[in-house]
């Protein structure tokens, strides 16, 4: 008998060389984790197996005929040769069934350099073919404004539609058609509608399915590639910025298994082409006649010096304040904070569209609770105002795996969203604070409250909550499920009654036994925390002597001078014109890549920031990963990177501190405060207190955010808002 | 002896009623089976002892099939007959059906007794509407009458029995691509394993039998695995349907005994039509190899007899072809219909069918080159056993058997840009 740890062993042969793998593997992932190639096209690691292309045909002993290395589980004893003769002359076969209707087209075909086609027919392709028939010619098809299409390519190896149907959750994609009339295309014509469409670009192992911005503008071999970090959600997914001749060409994943898995979203894949419109390429300071006019960096800083030096002569410290993108970086956080508080303000703020700051100091750094992997594992998950696949495709991505796992999804928001994934129990409710104290009051109900002190404010007389039939389906499979997490997305974040409701979800995780997991705005807000760039406390999270006004005060009562750093004011902050143009009044210094409406209206100083790949940086994800990156360009014309531009206001300004040589040294100043080991935040949640009331339970909750809208970059990417306007009808769905 | 499996009722004025066929002992076995709770596995080892070798054309043991079923497992499990009756050369599944749905209905009830299946779904080729009018109005009969729904005849046992209309695709004979089929997905073949048996249709164990193989079953039965086997010969039990077609004077379904010479069957079918000579016959429908007249005239319709020959039993599908018969013509004939009939899914099959159906079609036409005879077979060879289904070995079969007996025709049509036989069709 074998004993237990040998029965999880199987010994093979592949190619007379013996290898001990773990039963339930296929002969391809045994293959590529030892080192031996084998041909494939229809396999990739992320997908389910189709075993159509026959490219992986292996000869097994004892087999009668070539087997598909990617569905054929090894065995024990199992004795695989890839480089038989047999095994030669059945990939070499399948290598010319392939080619008799491709089109010779490489020249002009984008894929030409990264093709697995074009690669493999190297080496088992023939020099001349015996098809003497005419080629297929195939219709292209419109996916719209991201994916081009060149159909008579395809070699229907149908990874494009797995990943609909499996990854990107819409089966938009299929194969028409019979015999080598099939055609892979979307049954309806439409665009593609999945946000994580440009995959399939990726995906393609031949010129088929190609970027359409990126369209006939390089040569793989061409591009440099830079490693980065994706600004558009809190997911920090990894991405390859790659550059030709100094300028951004593309942008493409980077595989990290415990982030993006091997995806992006189109956002973060298509935003660069918003990246260089209507830039600020050079200072700018407002004349005596009200114009902006270019000027240098020396005279421009020296304007900003003067007037704050005026300022706070004559008003104090606090007359001065300070807001920033949430996708700014750590190490701009940081100085940004440091260069404020320097001038003695605690006027600083990154939270743009948070309208409750209720909790104030006690509100600890929103995060995840769980691992972006752990998503994977729950059993039971409870949404609380999010279009999570909009706000965060990739943590929706994960969401959604689980289901397939068998998860329930549970949700409270204020439209019928449409999710990618199965939701058990859905709540619409245009008031999110009663819904929840419903749910609240049910697990109170069963005696789950423990020492949570929230009898009173539930059973207070005057708020009236109902506890509905469905309070009861999201309490029951939240206490049932095994592993079960509550998830706050943007649209709780934004509710005029925030902090009532993260106390509520707290309070339903602590009484559910659920881990409690929020996201926030922007790439970067747990960064903006950890780093100071909020009103309570400096980096490391030290208490400042007198606290500072948050957004919303800076917004309604306009500081004498302000600090607008890479913030589009008119779209980025909550509230409308008219508020936001009287942060106008003051002395404004626009740091920032982009020409904007307030900007050019009212900035008194106008600095050009490094824009997006053009500088260094560390992001903390939501779940307090903090991952850096490098500049893969030169900023444009005399935009400078954000810690450069501060460092220098700092020195200009005499503060102390200032005399940083590199982003690095930044971060490691940064780090170092925030006590951050192994490259990553642990979880803070126990700065937590019952709420005393449930604030206007009748504050109705804010709409999500439109398709493409999220930030400045996103905004000025054309590719990005024809597809918006194609998928929406150019209306705001919302 | 003949006609005393499926086609034992036939002869009865509206053979298809419920009525003729009780008549005849119709539902008896069922009834006994329900009323004296005999156990699965006994008529498992009844019907193992017949050796019916499943009809729809791979010859599979049908009791050692059931016995692979996870009988015990929980949850759904069903039962498929396949009547995608789509081999050209073929229809004998389609007469079963018009003729006498009752005793498939009743096979297929007791199918699902067996392997614990409590729905069972007839997948019905998209052409037979009259067939499938037959079917379902037996269904409606049989439903009347208590035999069919939940707990038939006062028994305790449930079972529910659809029929699904086929979409006039070939390739949903493939049992699971017909399961996708059924499921409402593209009739694609799925990669096995896993193999129905564990994950079949919605992913639940399922059995696929032929139309004909589960119409024996009550006959089986009811008249014992011996008496079946007895039918027949020791490798393969019972009478066989045989649809002889082609050059025959009585073209039809004939059932015989498993074993029959050719010759018999032959002349059953009133023998090759008048004044012409047996040129060459397809034995198994038009995926099996072709098999020279002369050759299959000392062959003997079983399994074995055709293997030795060179062919293949298949679905009993005869055709007969006399001297006027122009080879290449027919072979482009049948590549153009796999060509057709592809799904598309892997490369051999989607790529190459429509290579030999151009390159069969230009010998035929005249414009061959020397070169296409071992063009034709080297791809024919290359489709061979590197395909997810057996759709690619089938249309490489009779090119490669056309090529073996033949060359000599499709190189006069290369050499003279003619038929080297003088056709009268």
Redesign the interface.
């Known amino acids: 008998m074998e004993s237990s740890a040998e029965q999880n062993i199987v010994n093979i042969e592949i190619n007379d060389i013996s290898l001990q793998v773990e039963p339930g593997q296929m002969l391809i992932e045994v293959a590529d984790a030892n080192g031996v190639a084998i041909p494939r096209f229809c396999y990739h690691k992320k997908l389910s197996?189709?075993?159509?292309?026959?490219?992986c045909?292996v000869e097994v002993e004892k087999a009668?005929?070539?087997l598909?290395a990617c569905?054929t589980q090894v065995m024990n004893g199992m004795k695989v040769w890839t480089k038989s003769p047999k095994a030669i002359a059945?990939q070499k076969?399948?290598m010319?069934?392939?080619l008799?209707?491709h089109p010779l087209d490489c020249p002009v075909c984008d894929q030409g350099g990264e093709c697995d086609l074009q690669d493999i027919a190297m080496g088992y392709g023939g020099d001349q073919t015996?098809?003497q028939?005419r080629r297929r010619i195939v219709k292209d098809k419109d996916y719209g404004a991201l994916v081009s299409t060149e159909m008579s390519r395809c070699?229907?190896c149908t990874r494009c539609v797995r990943f609909g149907e499996e990854v990107g959750g819409i089966a938009e994609i299929?194969?028409t058609?019979?015999?080598?009339?099939?055609e892979i295309g979307t049954y309806v014509q439409k665009s593609l509608s999945s946000e994580l469409s440009g995959n399939i670009i990726d995906l393609c192992p031949v010129g088929a399915l190609l970027s359409k911005p990126f369209l006939y503008s390089a040569r793989a071999w061409e591009l440099q590639s830079y490693l980065s970090i994706a600004p558009h959600d809190a997911v920090g997914s990894n991405i390859k910025i790659q550059t030709r001749n100094g300028k951004i060409m593309r942008v493409v994943p980077a595989d990290n298994e415990e982030v993006n898995e091997s995806w992006i979203s189109d956002r973060d894949r298509f935003s660069y082409l918003g990246a260089n419109e209507s830039r600020v390429t050079s200072p700018m300071v407002r004349n005596s006649s009200g114009n902006l006019v270019e000027t240098n960096w020396q005279a421009a800083l020296d304007t900003v010096i003067k007037s704050f030096t005026e300022i706070i002569a004559t008003d104090g410290g606090s007359a001065v304040g300070a807001i920033a993108s949430p996708s700014s970086s750590v190490e701009e956080f940081y100085l940004l904070q440091k260069f404020m508080r320097g001038l003695g303000s605690n006027n600083i703020d990154f939270r743009l569209q948070q309208q409750d700051f209720s909790a104030g100091a006690e509100q600890s750094a929103p995060k995840l609770e769980l691992s972006l992997q752990e998503i994977e594992t729950q059993n039971s998950i409870f949404i609380i105002g999010s279009d999570i696949q909009r706000e965060q495709p990739l943590l929706s991505h994960r969401v959604r795996k689980a289901t397939l796992a068998g998860a329930v999804v549970s949700t409270i928001n204020p439209k019928t969203i449409e999710f990618n994934f199965a939701i058990s129990t859905s709540v619409k409710t245009d008031k999110l604070t009663p819904a929840l104290a419903g749910v609240a009051k049910e697990l109170l109900s069963r005696g789950l409250g423990g020492d949570l002190n929230l009898e009173q404010l539930l059973t207070d007389g005057a708020v009236n909550i109902a506890v509905e039939a469905e309070h009861k389906e999201i309490a029951d499979s939240l206490v049932n499920g095994e592993n079960s997490m509550v998830l706050l997305g943007a649209l709780a974040y934004r509710d005029q009654n925030q902090s009532r409701i993260y106390s509520l979800a707290t309070a339903i995780s602590k009484m559910s036994n659920s881990s409690l997991n929020i996201v926030t705005e922007g790439a970067n807000a747990l960064g903006g925390v950890l780093a100071g760039a909020v009103p309570y406390h400096s980096a490391g999270k030290v208490e400042v002597s007198e606290c500072g006004v948050d957004v919303a005060e800076m917004i309604s009562n306009p500081p004498k001078g302000v600090v607008l750093f890479g913030v589009e004011a008119d779209k980025d902050l909550a509230g409308d014109d008219s508020a936001i143009d009287s942060l106008g009044s003051g002395f404004v210094v626009a740091i920032t890549p982009f020409m904007d409406r307030l900007t050019y209206e009212h900035a008194d100083v106008v600095l050009p920031l490094a824009g997006f790949g053009e500088s260094s940086g560390t992001f903390v994800n939501a779940e307090g990963r903090w991952q850096s990156f490098s500049g893969a360009v030169k900023p444009l014309g005399e935009a400078r990177p954000g810690w450069k531009i501060l460092r220098v206001l700092g020195s200009s300004a005499e503060l102390q501190g200032f005399e940083l040589d590199s982003s690095e040294q930044v971060l490691n100043e940064v780090k170092a405060l925030c006590d951050v080991t192994a490259d990553k935040s642990e979880p803070e949640i126990s700065n937590w207190s019952a709420p005393t009331d449930l604030g206007n339970i009748e504050a109705e909750m804010v709409k999500p955010i439109p398709l493409y809208e999220v930030d400045a970059v996103v905004r000025r990417s054309a590719p990005l808002q024809e597809q918006a306007k194609k998928l929406t009808g150019g209306v705001d769905d919302v | 002896m003949a006609n005393q499996v499926c086609f034992r009722n036939n002869h009865l004025e509206n053979s298809w009623s419920l009525s003729a066929y009780q008549s005849n002992g119709g539902y008896e076995v069922l009834k006994k089976i329900l009323s004296e709770k005999l156990t699965p596995e006994e008529l498992i080892e009844d019907i193992k002892l017949s050796n019916l070798r499943g009809r729809g054309g791979a010859g599979f043991p049908t009791g050692l099939k059931w016995s692979f079923m996870p009988r015990t497992v929980d949850g759904q499990k069903y039962i498929v007959c396949n009547s995608d009756e789509g081999e050209p050369g073929t229809c004998k599944d389609r007469d079963i059906l018009r003729y006498n749905p009752h005793q498939l209905i009743e096979g297929m009830i007791i199918a699902g007794y067996c392997i614990d299946a409590s729905v069972g779904y007839n997948y019905i080729r998209g052409e037979f509407w009259e067939p499938y009018a037959r079917f379902e109005a037996a269904l409606e009969e049989a439903r009347a009458a208590g035999l069919l729904g939940d707990d038939i005849l006062g028994s305790g046992f449930n079972f529910q029995l659809h029929s699904h209309l086929g979409a006039g695709?070939y390739?949903c004979g493939e049992e699971t691509a017909l399961l996708n089929s059924i499921e409402g997905k593209?009739g694609q073949p799925r990669?096995k394993p896993p193999f129905p048996a564990g994950f079949g249709l919605y992913g639940r164990p399922t059995t696929i039998n032929n139309t004909e193989s589960l119409a024996s079953i009550p006959v089986i039965l009811a008249k014992g695995g011996q008496w079946f086997l007895e039918q027949g010969l020791p490798s393969a039990g019972g009478e066989k349907l045989f649809s002889v077609s082609g050059h025959v004077n009585r073209p039809g379904n004939y059932e015989v005994p498993m074993g029959m010479p050719f010759s018999e069957l032959l002349e059953m079918a009133g023998g090759v039509r008048d004044g012409h000579q047996l040129k060459a016959v397809i034995p198994g429908g038009s995926s099996t190899p072709v098999v020279p007249g002369e050759q299959m005239m000392d062959v003997n319709m079983d399994y074995d007899s055709i293997a030795s020959a060179g062919s293949m039993l298949g679905a009993g599908s005869v055709i007969v072809m006399d001297e006027t018969t122009c080879m290449p013509r027919v072979l482009t004939r049948l590549a153009y219909f796999y060509?057709?009939?592809?799904?598309?899914?892997?490369?051999?099959?989607?790529?190459?069918?429509?290579?030999l159906s151009?390159v069969t079609q230009r010998i035929e036409d005249g414009v061959g080159v020397a070169a296409d005879i071992e063009?034709l077979d080297s791809v024919a060879g290359?489709i061979e056993?590197?395909?997810?289904c057996a759709l690619g070995d089938a249309a490489a079969m009779p090119v490669r058997s056309f090529l073996k007996h033949y060359r000599d025709e499709f190189q006069y049509h290369i050499d003279h840009k003619k038929c080297m036989v003088e056709s009268d069709w």
């Open positions: 197996t189709s075993a159509n292309c026959r490219m045909l009668p005929k070539m598909p569905a059945a076969s399948v010319e069934f392939l008799i209707n015996r098809y028939e070699i229907h299929g194969g058609g019979r015999g080598d009339h099939m | 695709a390739v593209k990669f060509y057709e009939e592809s799904c598309g899914q892997c490369t051999p099959c989607r790529e190459g069918t429509g290579w151009r063009l290359n056993g590197t395909t997810i």
